[in-house]
């Protein structure tokens, strides 16, 4: 093209190097620490703060604190009461999602991978705890050779990749019946569901069914057809209006008065349900959010194209306001993920009521600080995961380079 | 490209294939079209010329349904536009339309970007869509460029692509609303050599543009608008040589 030329190379002048910083240990402690008088005392003081804690820390949490707590009721804090003879459904469910997940990073790598990877991380910190249980660690290495040996398939054989993204949609409802039993097995109540397990499924429920839910809810709110569009914005402000905990105990404890006893409904589906419906909301005033960034042109040329409202939507409108609103959708299924812990205050021991149980155990009395801190770094480390991947899909769909 | 019509009849004696009857559209209270008619033949380049603001772009966008219109009436192809959304559909399935900021689809490739209407909408298979995308491709100039995504290209090289993109429909009329004016001017010679060669191939074109020399050699008719009415049409030569309204002279004093 002719315009090319202008800026081709041959024109170019000759090039530059930028100049190298200098850098030594001494010099970027002056440069940056102590360049001036205030610097200096800022630096002091800060410093002195920063060892204070660090040496306090490190100090509780390796000589004066008591883990045994921990060590007595990991596996309550795990899988809550779930009886033991079944623990063996639990590690299925767990060695299924193992395969999924080095098909997965076989197949896709990059950030896929390094989930897994961290996963395997996990596992071998927990074989290597010195009180885990000899079972616990031979389903634990079964877990990482099941991995591995998928990672191998799944980097071969890439033809895997449709069956791998049903197992994941599969996933799920395997997972409910492993764990329940369904007449299949022994029936386990979810009244024996507990610990970090009913955290992650509560958490995974929500986020999964809000989704569409909230799509449509995000569609509804802008549709031109009033009585659509009056339902949405009443259901989407009457849930935002309302704290979570009211909705809770709405699912818990009115929900049995107005259906009346006919009708019995699990508690803890029961919080899925309101934890379900929560998020819709919110997902949905997200995803407006991302509708409303698509300029009007990108509508129009679907439309000048000939393409019906629902071609428009899945090919043209959903897939860039989706992408765009991915930091905020992530933020909030964090949020929705730590809130599972409010169920505790409706009766249900997940992950912080169960270590609220242990704490008010006389055996175990004045360790709160140890199981507490247990518990945040089990989040700490999940929510962590959650916003890796987020960062990970953004750079990968190029958000923000347009 | 057109089946139907012979390009061996005189223009006169083709049949109308948009008519526009006594179009009037508010917005607000702000009257924007006045009583407009227009008529287009089979085969017929109209060039619709005037100021900015006068009403042309939003006549041209009524044509398809993109905006509506409270008194007249429009039929396209034979289609009647109503407020029915089957017969808006099918209107835009014969009518192609190239914008002013090309409206490419930011997250298709190129080729994603033409092929999607033909397979969704006219039901081709994906192999004859390609074939076609790429044959269209060929025709305005840039080929290799198909597997890039929108942001990797220049503004003419997307304008080009948005005119493929809108011909992949193998529509029967082609619009066009200012298609250079958002476009550096080293790059609006190679957008509007594309549509010289198109007009040249016997598609109907409606084409609003600030561009006079490229008006007045592919045009068979300038409509000039001004606050919403037409003030007057004719040919090329008719209104830039012989302009009888003191509006059309005015308007050509400013710009010539």
Same mark, same amino acid.
């Given at each position: 093209?002719?315009?090319?030329?202008?800026?081709?190379?041959?024109?170019?002048?000759?090039?530059?190097?930028?100049?190298?910083?200098?850098?030594?240990?001494?010099?970027?402690?002056?440069?940056?620490?102590?360049?001036?008088?205030?610097?200096?005392?800022?630096?002091?003081?800060?410093?002195?703060?920063?060892?204070?804690?660090?040496?306090?820390?490190?100090?509780?949490?390796?000589?004066?604190?008591?883990?045994?707590?921990?060590?007595?009721?990991?596996?309550?804090?795990?899988?809550?009461?779930?009886?033991?003879?079944?623990?063996?459904?639990?590690?299925?469910?767990?060695?299924?999602?193992?395969?999924?997940?080095?098909?997965?990073?076989?197949?896709?790598?990059?950030?896929?991978?390094?989930?897994?990877?961290?996963?395997?991380?996990?596992?071998?910190?927990?074989?290597?705890?010195?009180?885990?249980?000899?079972?616990?660690?031979?389903?634990?290495?079964?877990?990482?050779?099941?991995?591995?040996?998928?990672?191998?398939?799944?980097?071969?054989?890439?033809?895997?990749?449709?069956?791998?993204?049903?197992?994941?949609?599969?996933?799920?409802?395997?997972?409910?019946?492993?764990?329940?039993?369904?007449?299949?097995?022994?029936?386990?109540?979810?009244?024996?569901?507990?610990?970090?397990?009913?955290?992650?499924?509560?958490?995974?429920?929500?986020?999964?069914?809000?989704?569409?839910?909230?799509?449509?809810?995000?569609?509804?709110?802008?549709?031109?057809?009033?009585?659509?569009?009056?339902?949405?914005?009443?259901?989407?402000?009457?849930?935002?209006?309302?704290?979570?905990?009211?909705?809770?105990?709405?699912?818990?404890?009115?929900?049995?008065?107005?259906?009346?006893?006919?009708?019995?409904?699990?508690?803890?589906?029961?919080?899925?349900?309101?934890?379900?419906?929560?998020?819709?909301?919110?997902?949905?005033?997200?995803?407006?959010?991302?509708?409303?960034?698509?300029?009007?042109?990108?509508?129009?040329?679907?439309?000048?194209?000939?393409?019906?409202?629902?071609?428009?939507?899945?090919?043209?409108?959903?897939?860039?306001?989706?992408?765009?609103?991915?930091?905020?959708?992530?933020?909030?299924?964090?949020?929705?993920?730590?809130?599972?812990?409010?169920?505790?205050?409706?009766?249900?021991?997940?992950?912080?009521?169960?270590?609220?149980?242990?704490?008010?155990?006389?055996?175990?009395?004045?360790?709160?600080?140890?199981?507490?801190?247990?518990?945040?770094?089990?989040?700490?480390?999940?929510?962590?995961?959650?916003?890796?991947?987020?960062?990970?899909?953004?750079?990968?769909?190029?958000?923000?380079?347009? | 490209?057109?089946?139907?019509?012979?390009?061996?009849?005189?223009?006169?004696?083709?049949?109308?294939?948009?008519?526009?009857?006594?179009?009037?559209?508010?917005?607000?209270?702000?009257?924007?079209?006045?009583?407009?008619?227009?008529?287009?033949?089979?085969?017929?380049?109209?060039?619709?010329?005037?100021?900015?603001?006068?009403?042309?772009?939003?006549?041209?966008?009524?044509?398809?349904?993109?905006?509506?219109?409270?008194?007249?009436?429009?039929?396209?192809?034979?289609?009647?536009?109503?407020?029915?959304?089957?017969?808006?559909?099918?209107?835009?399935?014969?009518?192609?339309?190239?914008?002013?900021?090309?409206?490419?689809?930011?997250?298709?490739?190129?080729?994603?970007?033409?092929?999607?209407?033909?397979?969704?909408?006219?039901?081709?298979?994906?192999?004859?869509?390609?074939?076609?995308?790429?044959?269209?491709?060929?025709?305005?100039?840039?080929?290799?460029?198909?597997?890039?995504?929108?942001?990797?290209?220049?503004?003419?090289?997307?304008?080009?692509?948005?005119?493929?993109?809108?011909?992949? &429909?193998?529509?029967?009329?082609? =619009? %066009? +609303?200012? @298609?250079?004016?958002?476009?550096?001017?080293?790059?609006?010679?190679?957008? $509007?050599?594309?549509?010289?060669?198109?007009?040249?191939?016997?598609?109907?074109?409606?084409?609003?543009?600030?561009?006079?020399?490229?008006?007045?050699?592919?045009?068979?008719?300038?409509?000039?608008?001004?606050?919403?009415?037409?003030?007057? &049409?004719?040919?090329?030569?008719? =209104? %830039? +040589?012989? @302009?009888?309204?003191?509006?059309?002279?005015?308007?050509?004093?400013?710009? $010539?």
């Amino acid at each position: 093209m002719e315009h090319n030329v202008l800026n081709s190379n041959k024109h170019e002048p000759t090039k530059v190097a930028p100049p190298r910083p200098t850098t030594s240990v001494l010099g970027w402690l002056k440069a940056n620490l102590f360049s001036s008088w205030m610097n200096t005392i800022l630096t002091i003081v800060f410093g002195t703060i920063v060892f204070v804690l660090v040496k306090n820390s490190i100090d509780w949490i390796f000589f004066k604190s008591d883990w045994y707590v921990i060590v007595a009721n990991f596996k309550l804090l795990i899988v809550g009461q779930y009886p033991n003879e079944e623990l063996w459904r639990v590690w299925i469910c767990l060695i299924l999602i193992s395969v999924l997940m080095g098909l997965s990073s076989g197949i896709w790598k990059g950030t896929m991978g390094h989930l897994t990877s961290f996963m395997m991380g996990i596992y071998i910190i927990i074989i290597c705890l010195p009180f885990i249980i000899f079972e616990t660690r031979v389903w634990l290495l079964i877990n990482i050779a099941v991995i591995v040996a998928a990672f191998l398939i799944g980097t071969k054989q890439s033809k895997f990749k449709i069956a791998t993204l049903i197992g994941w949609g599969l996933m799920l409802p395997i997972v409910i019946v492993l764990l329940s039993g369904f007449g299949v097995f022994n029936h386990v109540g979810t009244n024996l569901w507990g610990g970090f397990l009913l955290t992650l499924l509560i958490a995974v429920v929500a986020i999964i069914f809000s989704f569409p839910l909230g799509v449509l809810l995000a569609i509804g709110r802008r549709s031109k057809l009033p009585i659509i569009r009056y339902i949405s914005i009443g259901y989407i402000e009457l849930i935002r209006g309302v704290p979570l905990i009211t909705i809770l105990f709405v699912a818990q404890l009115m929900l049995p008065l107005f259906l009346g006893d006919s009708i019995e409904i699990d508690n803890v589906v029961r919080a899925m349900v309101g934890f379900t419906l929560f998020t819709a909301a919110y997902l949905a005033e997200n995803i407006r959010g991302g509708l409303q960034s698509i300029p009007r042109g990108q509508f129009e040329a679907a439309e000048a194209l000939g393409l019906n409202a629902t071609f428009k939507m899945t090919f043209i409108i959903l897939p860039q306001a989706l992408r765009a609103v991915i930091p905020a959708m992530v933020g909030l299924f964090i949020g929705i993920f730590k809130d599972t812990s409010l169920v505790a205050i409706v009766g249900l021991t997940d992950l912080l009521g169960i270590g609220k149980n242990i704490i008010s155990n006389p055996a175990f009395l004045g360790t709160q600080m140890e199981v507490f801190l247990f518990v945040a770094l089990v989040f700490l480390i999940f929510c962590n995961m959650m916003s890796y991947a987020s960062r990970r899909l953004e750079n990968s769909l190029g958000v923000g380079k347009r | 490209m057109l089946e139907n019509f012979n390009a061996e009849i005189p223009l006169e004696e083709r049949e109308d294939i948009v008519i526009c009857n006594n179009i009037n559209k508010w917005f607000g209270n702000l009257h924007v079209l006045k009583d407009v008619s227009l008529s287009v033949k089979q085969g017929e380049v109209v060039v619709i010329l005037g100021p900015s603001g006068s009403g042309k772009s939003t006549f041209i966008r009524t044509v398809n349904g993109l905006e509506e219109f409270q008194k007249g009436d429009i039929t396209v192809d034979g289609i009647p536009l109503s407020n029915d959304v089957s017969d808006i559909e099918a209107i835009r399935k014969e009518t192609g339309m190239v914008f002013q900021s090309f409206n490419l689809f930011p997250h298709m490739t190129i080729l994603k970007n033409i092929t999607l209407a033909p397979i969704w909408v006219r039901k081709w298979p994906k192999a004859k869509a390609e074939k076609n995308a790429l044959e269209l491709l060929e025709r305005v100039g840039i080929p290799e460029q198909a597997h890039k995504y929108p942001g990797q290209l220049s503004g003419g090289q997307q304008q080009r692509v948005a005119i493929a993109r809108a011909l992949a &429909m193998q529509p029967k009329i082609m =619009l %066009f +609303d200012e @298609p250079t004016s958002a476009l550096d001017p080293e790059m609006i010679k190679e957008v $509007l050599d594309v549509i010289k060669t198109l007009a040249g191939s016997g598609i109907t074109m409606l084409v609003v543009t600030h561009e006079m020399n490229f008006a007045r050699e592919v045009a068979d008719r300038i409509v000039l608008f001004d606050f919403g009415e037409i003030i007057e &049409m004719g040919t090329p030569s008719e =209104l %830039f +040589d012989n @302009p009888k309204h003191e509006r059309t002279k005015l308007f050509l004093s400013q710009i $010539l």
